[in-house]
């Protein structure tokens, strides 16, 4: 009976090791980019307001602020906990070129010109580890 009892034992302690995980996936999504969503959202002119697709919280105070609690942003090799903030904020665009001479030297110098309005931008990221 004590031989049975240990011949079992070896065969689960076989069965359980072979269940490990040895860090090929053969080809398998497990742990893999989609598990995760991507932090994304679309700023809504008309409305004043952003989108935040498959954010876990979304609250519009004075500011809108969106968080995903575990997703990819900019980054795809890193999850974690993002939060962003967006606010109405000066925003300035390339408009154009100007040159003009320097009058002390005589020499042309270009700048490059913007036009600014206020608008809804993003203002503020902030990342930490997920929440789980």
Same mark, same amino acid.
């Given at each position: 009976m004590k031989t049975v009892l240990t011949v079992l034992c070896w065969i689960g302690i076989a069965v359980m090791l072979g269940g490990c995980d040895d860090g090929d996936d053969n080809g398998g999504?497990?742990?893999a980019y989609g598990d995760?969503?991507?932090v994304s959202f679309v700023i809504n002119e008309s409305t004043?307001?952003?989108i935040c697709y498959n954010a876990d919280k979304n609250v519009i105070t004075t500011q809108q602020i969106c968080t995903w609690n575990c997703a990819y942003y900019n980054n795809?090799?890193?999850v974690r906990k993002v939060t962003l903030w967006f606010d109405e904020a000066l925003v300035c665009r390339d408009s154009g070129i100007e040159t003009t #001479?320097?009058?002390d $030297?005589?020499?042309e110098v270009t700048k490059? #010109?913007?036009e600014? $309005?206020?608008e809804i931008a993003l203002v503020k990221e902030d990342f930490d580890p997920c929440v789980l």
């Open positions: 999504t497990a742990g995760f969503p991507e004043g307001n952003v795809k090799g890193a #001479t320097d009058p $030297t005589g020499e490059v #010109t913007q600014c $309005t206020n």
